[in-house]
């Protein structure tokens, strides 16, 4: 499937933001490991969290996006659980592979099977997990429900979720969690405590360095799912390069680590207003930035786009684990901004320069990664003529409802 997007009209309009990806995959989770029924209040209905929802569903939970109920602990799958292009879903499910009585077989996407896993197998193995993969990474094996020992030590420098995992895991196992160095994403490790928090769990920490859970058992309740920040991201650019675009339904006290999206405009003259969880933003008189996004990798798609915007030289630094995203993030976006005509250079494989100018439209690549489809057809809008993004169906995965979206704002879209 192929968009098209038509440039060069006005942008005006209100916008309420897509359910959080984020807090949906983390709360399906919890619901499988509640004893009783849990309700879910607005959740991301989309390509990456059904397959956490059906994962969910294959370790024994019964129910549908808004309503489950669970045993309260998994058991084997009847058969593989296949996550699709979803990270979370696949790193998540196998911690939780590790307490079940028996084998869980993990599939996905030939995509998915390059992401990094090794730091997460053989912290599973080292607590008695048995774990095998297949050369090409899929499918995983991974055999359960004996452990040994209540501590151990992970490495989180190319995916906090990582960390996420062995949380997970810990609620019914309890474990004391030593990262041997420095973990990327870190404000996703505190929305995952944050949630773990909200069910009745308590986690001991040390910063970033340690972690302790202790377990317990834990009952289904509502939870209620906000605005999501890296979704609303690309809705922040299209505002900040011209539009006037009211975003509803974003929590301003959300420890989501894309919520600085909002800290970044205001640092280059966007003018925004927060009231009410809502965000008003209107474009302004843009500068150059630089901006480190080790702890906001999925911030790096639609910085690239407003960068290539701005005449001038912008530098994105700490993008050296966004290498390990769905693509190869800086360069499929290297590819893209290059067929707007936009130079991009790298120094080492941790910064990116994007030398901001006069963009011009194209056929870009989404190269099947949703984040790249959404950040290519926010460029369309704001170079005159028609923009076409190959593949583009893929935005489903996170932001179903972006090209209705994006008609509300005006803009004139078409698929092919």
């Known amino acids: 499937m192929d968009v098209i997007v038509y440039g060069g009209r006005d942008v005006e309009g209100s916008i309420e933001a897509p359910p959080s990806k984020s807090y949906t995959h983390r709360y399906l989770f919890l619901t499988l490991l509640s004893r009783g029924e849990s309700k879910l209040e607005n959740p991301l209905i989309a390509g990456d969290t059904e397959a956490t929802l059906d994962a969910v569903l294959k370790y024994g939970a019964e129910g549908s996006f808004n309503r489950i109920y669970s045993r309260g602990h998994p058991v084997e799958p009847p058969e593989p659980i296949y996550c699709r292009r979803s990270g979370t879903t696949l790193r998540i499910a196998m911690g939780i592979a590790g307490l079940v009585e028996g084998i869980t077989i993990l599939d996905g996407d030939r995509q998915l099977g390059k992401r990094p896993i090794k730091p997460l197998i053989d912290a599973l193995k080292s607590l008695g997990v048995e774990v095998t993969r297949s050369d090409d990474g899929f499918p995983i094996k991974v055999m359960g429900g004996r452990l040994r020992g209540s501590s151990v030590k992970i490495s989180a420098s190319k995916s906090s979720q990582f960390i996420s995992a062995l949380l997970y895991m810990s609620i019914k196992t309890g474990l004391s969690i030593e990262v041997i160095d420095n973990p990327v994403s870190k404000g996703y490790i505190d929305m995952t ?180 489809a959404l950040a290519f057809m926010v460029a369309g809008i704001f170079m005159d003529g028609k923009s076409v993004v190959r593949n583009a169906g893929v935005y489903r995965d996170s932001y179903p409802t972006f090209l209705k979206d994006l008609e509300t704002l005006g803009i004139e879209v078409s698929i092919s």
């Open 193 to 372: 405590i944050a949630c773990l928090e909200e069910a009745g769990i308590k986690v001991y920490r040390d910063g970033y360095k340690y972690f302790e859970v202790e377990p317990r058992e834990i009952y289904g309740k509502r939870y209620v799912i906000p605005g999501d920040y890296s979704s609303a991201a690309y809705l922040m650019v299209i505002g900040a390069l011209g539009g006037n675009v009211t975003i509803k339904g974003l929590r301003l006290d959300d420890p989501h680590p894309d919520r600085r999206m909002i800290d970044i405009l205001r640092s280059i003259d966007v003018d925004i207003k927060l009231s009410d969880n809502e965000v008003v933003i209107r474009g302004g008189d843009l500068e150059n930035f630089e901006v480190d996004i080790t702890d906001s990798p999925d911030l790096l798609p639609p910085l690239a786009v407003l960068a290539a915007f701005i005449p001038g030289r912008s530098i994105l630094t700490g993008i050296r684990h966004t290498r390990y995203k769905e693509t190869d993030r800086p360069s499929t976006l290297s590819y893209n901004l290059g067929v707007m005509g936009i130079k991009t250079e790298f120094r080492g494989d941790n910064t990116m320069v994007i030398y901001g100018g006069s963009p011009k439209p194209g056929i870009f690549n989404s190269f099947g990664d949703h984040r790249i």
